[in-house]
């Protein structure tokens, strides 16, 4: 009850999302220095190797939401109309 109550005040949604995104990245880099420990791999290879696999799985939403829903369409349209 309490976090609805912050997120209709409509004043702090932008610092609570850019805590969310710092803590998404925080625990990410904690996930892949852990990954290059155990398996005894440099931590260069480490971010490499995640950047690839985000990259992949992000491609691969874009390009089914892309087939199924247009949605890079309805974005792109999204945005001339806002101009």
Do not use: C, E, K, P
Not at 1 to 26: H, P, S
């Amino acid at each position: 009850m309490v976090l609805y109550r912050i997120l209709t005040a409509d004043v702090i949604n932008v610092y609570i999302y850019g805590f969310l995104v710092v803590y998404f990245l925080w625990i990410a880099r904690r996930i892949i220095n852990g990954v290059s420990v155990v398996f005894d791999i440099s931590a260069s290879r480490a971010y490499l190797y995640s950047f690839i696999a985000s990259l992949i799985v992000f491609g691969s939403l874009a390009l089914y939401f892309q087939i199924y829903h247009s949605t890079i369409y309805y974005l792109i349209n999204v945005f001339n109309q806002a101009n």
